[in-house]
């Protein structure tokens, strides 16, 4: 994997699969082994890493959807965890 940067394309890493949870009312990640159970932070940028958007169009877009400034660094650090996890992937 290459370094996170704004231009990096996440998505979902292999064996992992998002999905709405509606009695838990919230997004989930399932593979195989289990469930992880995300909090609405992580739900909404992770159902923003589809391949096609860069960290810096997926900031942009949670911006504005939330009315927020500012969410650049705390995008990139949930993205660069979630890819240690292996939960992201990117080129």
């Not at 996170?4 to 979902?12: D, F, G, I, Y």
């Not at 992880?36 to 960290?55: F, P, T, Y």
Request: net charge negative.
């Amino acid at each position: 994997m290459t370094e996170l940067s704004t231009a990096s394309q996440p998505r979902v890493g292999p064996g992992f699969r998002l999905q709405w949870e509606p009695v838990q009312d919230c997004h989930v990640l399932l593979y195989p082994e289990g469930m992880v159970k995300l909090n609405g932070s992580a739900g909404e940028i992770m159902k923003r890493c589809d391949g096609q958007r860069d960290v810096a169009a997926i900031v942009l877009d949670l911006e504005q959807t939330f009315g927020a400034q500012g969410l650049q660094s705390d995008v990139l650090a949930f993205v660069e965890m979630a890819g240690k996890q292996k939960w992201l992937a990117w080129d």
